[in-house]
């Protein structure tokens, strides 16, 4: 496993995956943009699409996927140096109230409601590295193995860093020497 500095300013990186060629925040839009992707998905979770998001038109939620995934890569994506990242992702757990090392973080779509999400792991102000994303579809992550996948990965990476006593920037950018 490495990590990539996604934007070229050591802000937000995104992990690449063993066997994988390209980062998970690359390989995250190319799924939220292949429409045979999102027409089986969408076509597997038509139920939690309809009971959550009342909406019954696979076609729409397509497009809709596409325009949101669109809208969020630009913003995450085109980013100014000293934009605030800070605004764009919020704590995982809704009800957290305090700061924890390497907190697990959420960006949702710019389209709301948005189904989808970005996980990230939160080291300092304006840092994050990117684990994943998926649709979300239901009320909580632990419903479906899809977004359960997703918590995962977040805890594994967490632990990862931990366990080598990467906490901050330094550490970060040591692991990829």
Not at 12 to 22: H, K
Not at 59 to 76: G, L, P, Y
Not at 140 to 158: F, G, Q, S
Request: charged content about 35%; proline content about 2%; aromatic content about 10%.
């Amino acid at each position: 496993m490495k990590f990539e500095d996604v934007l070229g300013n050591e802000r937000l990186w995104a992990v690449v995956y063993d066997g994988d060629t390209q980062n998970i925040l690359k390989k995250v839009f190319d799924q939220w943009g292949d429409l045979d992707y999102l027409e089986s998905f969408f076509r597997e979770n038509v139920l939690d699409l309809m009971s959550y998001f009342r909406i019954t038109d696979l076609e729409e939620a397509i497009f809709r996927t596409v325009e949101d995934a669109n809208q969020m890569k630009s913003v995450i994506l085109d980013i100014k140096p000293d934009a605030d990242l800070d605004k764009y992702f919020r704590p995982l757990e809704n009800q957290r109230w305090r700061e924890m090392l390497l907190s697990k973080e959420k960006a949702k779509g710019i389209i709301r409601p948005s189904w989808l999400r970005l996980y990230a792991l939160r080291f300092d102000s304006n840092l994050y590295l990117i684990t994943g994303g998926t649709i979300k579809l239901t009320r909580t992550m632990n419903e479906r193995e899809h977004t359960l996948r997703e918590l995962v990965k977040l805890e594994t990476i967490r632990n990862y860093l931990i366990e080598r006593g990467v906490c901050d920037l330094d550490g970060l950018k040591d692991l990829q020497s």
